[in-house]
């Protein structure tokens, strides 16, 4: 057997059992600064408050959220699975902690990119006990309450925390899961726990990958045929109240929602839309049965498209759309008649990446006129199309190299976001873990003003294999390496000491709120047990 491997299982066990004496804290994402004490404060579930002066709704929700999850009750120490260890030494307690209290100075902010998720903690015993907590605007009290949610230990003889002082901010302005519910269809509930799990993690950011070419669950206001014709079937859709739940719970929890609509291509979905679509045509310029992307030579099109991206506008309160624009096939196109005659009157000659240019200049200038900014697959900027400044760039191609296009995308002047390393769909055998966590997007050759550029990235799941039945699994908790990456310092990059961190942090932050994150580490055992969780967790406890 590999030495170091059995080394590495060895410290997993080792520090997961440290975490029961003083001194070893398990904080994910590591905080960019913190430290603490051997004394600890103990707290009382009856006895203990959230508090701030502010009346934030989302704050007030969020403080009862969190009561339940700093107190999930130790599972009955008796059981063999239970979430602690009745035997641990018992830490040195100097007094309770009856209050955390949170000063906000904007509690009313909105939800953007580049909202600040910047807080401070204090825990501290003496002279007296207190907690507290200052965060500038509402985002970084919802980090906070996290942080001190991981930091308290449950025991079997009650709830304990370090005397302790973190100051954290997030590396990165753009943390997110891309999330495909076209491939296969993913139920709400799903879908809400994975929100649960981004904010155990501190992403802010689900990208919603909506529809595709196989079908469109997304039940349009303005054109609900589309998803009538083009989801799998009418239980297989997202409702208006579906999104707005959807959006209201991400909220909620610091998150931004925004939608993936691509086009030109990956649209066959849409095709209940009259003239939408490219008919494709075999020998003899007939006909073939068959459709393409968008037919871009039709000006009802753009008609259509303004609607739909208004009613987008209208419907997601995020700044940003995502309008996908890759992977575009020009078979179709170039097999059709009047596409060749309009190609020969713009002068495009055979060269369909100037149609699809064309077609990507009206789409950005009708997105743009319903109120949108926008986010771009880099096939986009590859063919060349003039997009606005302010467009955020996702990077997805790793040819030559992930950090050749990072470089050649930001000497640009764009803005953009990594997803290139780690496409969590491609799955092997092992810790493949370790490489999302090496993967930094600031690791190219570039000046101080091209890496400012990278606002940070996405870990994308496509959904081809993948469905309600092991979406958690397949996504957590590798996302936590690249949640890790994101947010915390360029010098936390020790896979050896993560390693360990990392499976606590499936055990006690993922597994035992009830998210079934597999384990990634080979074999170890997790206090606590999912099945067990779930027996003495009630319902809807979370």
Request: proline residues 6%; charged residues 20%.
């Amino acid at each position: 057997m590999d030495n170091h491997y059995s080394f590495k299982m060895m410290l997993i066990g080792v520090l997961m059992a440290l975490h029961c004496v003083e001194g070893y804290i398990a904080v994910w994402p590591m905080p960019q600064t913190m430290s603490t004490t051997n004394s600890y404060l103990q707290l009382h579930p009856k006895h203990f408050q959230l508090e701030s002066d502010s009346q934030s709704s989302i704050l007030q929700r969020a403080f009862q959220r969190y009561m339940k999850l700093c107190f999930l009750g130790p599972l009955p120490p008796n059981d063999p699975a239970a979430a602690v260890d009745p035997n641990a030494p018992k830490p040195h307690v100097i007094g309770n902690l009856t209050s955390l209290f949170f000063q906000i100075d904007n509690p009313n902010t909105d939800l953007k990119l580049g909202m600040d998720e910047s807080y401070s903690l204090s825990i501290r015993g003496t002279p007296q006990p207190v907690g507290f907590v200052h965060s500038k605007e509402l985002w970084g009290a919802l980090r906070a309450l996290e942080t001190f949610s991981q930091l308290i230990n449950a025991r079997a003889d009650g709830f304990f925390v370090s005397e302790s002082k973190v100051i954290d901010f997030p590396r990165f302005s753009h943390r997110g899961t891309l999330v495909d519910t076209a491939r296969h269809y993913l139920s709400m509930k799903t879908i809400l726990q994975h929100l649960d799990a981004m904010a155990y993690n501190k992403l802010n950011v689900f990208h919603w990958h909506i529809v595709d070419d196989q079908s469109f669950p997304f039940v349009s206001l303005t054109y609900p045929n589309i998803s009538e014709f083009g989801a799998y079937t009418q239980r297989h859709i997202y409702t208006p109240d579906d999104v707005n739940k959807v959006i209201d719970y991400a909220r909620d929890r610091g998150i931004r929602v925004v939608p993936e609509f691509d086009t030109p291509g990956h649209s066959l979905s849409w095709g209940s839309i009259p003239g939408l679509l490219t008919p494709c045509y075999g020998p003899n310029n007939i006909p073939n049965g068959k459709f393409g992307p968008i037919n871009p030579i039709v000006e009802s099109n753009y008609q259509f498209l303004l609607k739909f991206f208004s009613e987008i506008k209208k419907r997601f309160p995020d700044a940003y759309v995502h309008l996908g624009g890759d992977e575009v096939s020009f078979a179709c196109w170039a097999s059709n008649p009047d596409i060749q005659d309009f190609m020969a009157q713009k002068g495009f000659g055979k060269n369909y990446a100037l149609l699809e240019q064309y077609y990507e200049t009206q789409l950005l200038k009708l997105v743009e006129k319903a109120g949108l900014q926008y986010i771009i697959w880099q096939d986009v900027i590859d063919n060349k199309v003039k997009v606005n400044p302010n467009t955020v760039v996702q990077i997805w191609r790793s040819s030559p190299s992930y950090k050749s296009e990072l470089q050649r995308i930001t000497k640009l002047k764009l803005k953009t976001i990594l997803s290139s390393c780690w496409y969590l769909d491609l799955i092997g055998y092992g810790r493949d873990w370790e490489g999302y966590y090496r993967c930094d997007p600031q690791n190219f050759k570039g000046t101080t003003a091209q890496k400012d550029l990278v606002l940070g990235g996405e870990a994308c799941l496509w959904a081809e294999y993948v469905d309600t039945t092991n979406f958690l699994e397949r996504m957590w908790p590798r996302a936590s390496a690249i949640a890790e990456r994101l947010w915390s310092s360029a010098k936390v990059n020790n896979v050896d000491a993560a390693l360990p961190r990392i499976d606590f942090h499936r055990c006690q932050h993922l597994v035992r709120r009830g998210i079934r994150a597999q384990p990634v580490n080979g074999y170890s055992f997790c206090q606590a047990e999912y099945n067990t969780v779930m027996r003495y967790m009630k319902k809807n406890e979370l």
